[in-house]
């Protein structure tokens, strides 16, 4: 009788169990066979990482890339090449003394007077700046482009560097499925030709900002953002568009074509009032793509002075473009940032319409939600049980949040909680806004840790759990989170932790034994 062994298992089949192997430990399982030697091959050399000469990561990059079976498995490339405009538009264009007299003395300066320091060194960076527009023409199956400005104030020797950028769009147009831009809308024209086509283009992100004031951004949306994406809008399944200023996207929306395999669409701006933020055309897009939609993230970063107050604001969710109807969301995204609480505490009445259908649900409001929000919020969210997924910042966390999400969300599988501190029920209310905050938490965790012990939630769906401080330099308290994981007898996770392997190491510490090798000790599950 036949055996299968385990070589000929097929490609998929390994690449299944491949998902389940740490990254760290899969690239050095290049021994075991044909097919895990690949896996480990382009798992070791699948980014490629440029910015300049000196940067040990470039070196390595450059070092690796000249090696042809090494440079093939790059499926990653990360530029960010503006400290190396000078020596690239030198090379590109010939014309060095030219381009000496036009640099404005800017930080760029010392970056030329260390590159002209001796005709020596700077023939040998020279080389070095061909070798590396010559590996970067043969880069041909990368499928994730990002291009960054390292500093908003290199815009000059950016635009030197853009033949570098030419060459990977040639190189790489055929396979790039995802594209990541992060610059200043002042070069935007440099770096998208206007006749540029990815024939396989699936995902775009474009985070954006304004250097000098003197630029037209809306112009140079229009002209060179607008094109790129109707020149892909047959093939984008997700698009995202990031700033933190106030810009006019409505004249942007209304020009985009229609994106029929569009599934994803996140967004972050700048929001000053219902007066002078126009979302008229996130409206016409959203509704546009209903039909379609599966992934939503709406973040809005408040603008302007706090105690200025448009009256309609009144009526921030009322606005058409937060009432479009999206019949197939599952995955919402939703924050408010630096907005007044009174608009913060009317969120529920935007969530429940996708009560029945959404599976994931993250809100990353700032400041936190509280308690009372997020009773608001839950109380009959999970009445269809289809919500598995929550991720939410709270100011604080008592004992009977737990309770909460028990009764209304029952079947949920994965709860990540950020909170300022663990309070006792009486000081739910508290609001942390000075530096006695921590000793207060310290003095209340005792009390909570009381309050937590005669809960236990046994028939809770709930296997992963994700705690952390919405202050990075707080640490979770241990007693706490042993009263809480004692609560959770099915929980299957914490912190990305195997539970049972998390509550051993805190018995260890508490009893003074050295830690376990971090290998051990961090025996992660699989993501979600």
Not at 114 to 139: N, P, W
Not at 177 to 183: A, E, G, L, M
Not at 225 to 236: G, I, K, M, Q, S
Not at 289 to 296: E, G, M, P, Q, V
Request: glycine share 4%; hydrophobic share 40%.
């Amino acid at each position: 009788m036949p055996t299968t062994t385990i070589a000929s298992l097929p490609y998929d089949v390994w690449a299944k169990i491949v998902s389940f192997i740490p990254k760290h430990v899969l690239r050095n399982l290049y021994a075991v066979n044909q097919v895990l030697f690949n896996f480990a091959m382009e798992e070791r050399y699948k980014s490629a990482y440029i910015h300049h000469l000196k940067d040990p990561l470039t070196i390595d990059c450059v070092n690796r890339l000249s090696d042809p079976f090494r440079a093939s498995k790059t499926r990653d490339l990360h530029l960010r090449p503006s400290p190396l405009g000078l020596l690239i538009s030198e090379i590109s264009q010939k014309k060095v003394q030219s381009l000496k007299r036009k640099i404005k003395r800017t930080a760029d300066d010392i970056l030329v007077k260390t590159f002209l320091k001796t005709d020596i060194k700077y023939e040998e960076q020279r080389e070095a700046i061909r070798s590396l527009l010559q590996i970067v023409t043969g880069l041909s199956e990368v499928q994730t482009l990002r291009v960054e400005l390292s500093s908003p104030d290199r815009l000059k020797s950016f635009r030197m560097a853009t033949p570098l950028i030419d060459i990977a769009w040639q190189a790489c147009s055929t396979a790039l499925r995802r594209v990541h831009f992060d610059f200043p809308l002042d070069v935007m024209r440099c770096v998208l030709p206007s006749n540029l086509h990815l024939p396989n283009l699936e995902e775009l992100s474009v985070r954006f900002s304004i250097t000098y004031r003197t630029t037209d951004s809306e112009e140079a949306i229009i002209t060179n953002l607008v094109p790129f994406v109707n020149n892909h809008h047959l093939t984008l399944q997700k698009l995202t568009l990031s700033t933190f200023e106030h810009f006019h996207f409505a004249s942007f929306y209304h020009q985009l074509s229609h994106m029929p395999r569009l599934t994803s669409f996140s967004l972050t701006q700048g929001y000053v009032s219902t007066l002078q933020t126009d979302t008229s055309g996130l409206h016409r897009f959203l509704t546009v793509h209903a039909d379609t939609l599966i992934s939503l993230k709406l973040v809005f970063q408040a603008l302007g002075k706090s105690y200025v107050k448009d009256p309609l604001m009144e009526g921030w969710f009322k606005q058409p473009c937060l009432e479009v109807a999206l019949p197939h969301l599952r995955t919402l995204e939703f924050g408010l940032w630096d907005f007044p609480s009174s608009i913060s505490t009317l969120l529920d009445t935007y969530l429940k319409q996708y009560s029945d259908s959404l599976t994931s649900l993250i809100i990353t409001n700032k400041p936190p939600l509280t308690y009372e929000d997020l009773n608001n919020i839950v109380t009959g969210f999970g009445a269809s049980g289809v919500l598995k997924y929550l991720e939410v910042g709270v100011s604080t966390v008592p004992c009977k949040i737990f309770d909460l999400l028990f009764i209304n969300l029952p079947g949920l599988h994965a709860l990540s909680l950020a909170t300022d501190g663990f309070v006792t029920i009486k000081d739910v209310s508290y609001q942390s806004t000075n530096i006695a905050m921590s000793q207060r938490f310290n003095h209340w965790q005792e009390g909570f840790c009381a309050e937590m012990r005669p809960l236990s939630y046994p028939a809770w769906d709930l296997r992963h759990l994700t705690l952390s401080f919405n202050v990075w330099t707080a640490t979770l308290n241990k007693l706490c989170v042993t009263a809480i994981l004692k609560t959770l007898p099915g929980l299957q996770t914490f912190n990305g932790i195997p539970k049972q392997n998390y509550l051993d190491q805190l018995s260890r510490e508490m009893r003074g034994v050295p830690p376990l090798p971090s290998s051990t000790r961090l025996n992660r599950s699989p993501s979600l």
